[in-house]
């Protein structure tokens, strides 16, 4: 299971950070990922993190903004968000493999 949370209303330029616990397996043994889907848009990934390396891989758009990390003792994968947008408005999902959170709302507007 994986449960999201740190979503909210943000004004531009501002910055948050999503959390997602992972329970029923370890989170730092799998390839974790944030995607995140606007209204009428299909979803799109925003960051990945590896299992083993812990490398971290970005969209385009995310680059230089956005921060996957995690926490393996307390099995938890962050997204950290800077120079927020309002095209970052969506809903933020944390996944692994076939595994979905059921998402945080972020909505960036003055």
């Known amino acids: 299971q994986l449960v999201e949370s740190g979503g909210g209303l943000v004004q531009p330029g501002g910055s948050l950070r999503l959390s997602c616990v992972a329970s029923g397996f370890i989170a730092s043994n799998y390839v974790m990922r944030w995607y995140r889907q606007a209204p009428g848009k299909e979803r799109e990934l925003v960051a990945a993190?590896?299992?083993?390396?812990?490398?971290?891989d970005y969209a385009d758009s995310m680059k230089g903004r956005f921060t996957i990390s995690r926490n393996n003792a307390k099995n938890t994968v962050y997204l950290q968000m800077n120079s927020l947008k309002p095209e970052d408005t969506a809903v933020y999902y944390c996944?692994?493999?076939?595994?979905w959170g059921q998402g945080t709302q972020v909505t960036v507007s003055s």
């Open positions: 993190i590896e299992s083993v390396s812990g490398s971290t």
């Open positions: 996944n692994r493999g076939n595994i």
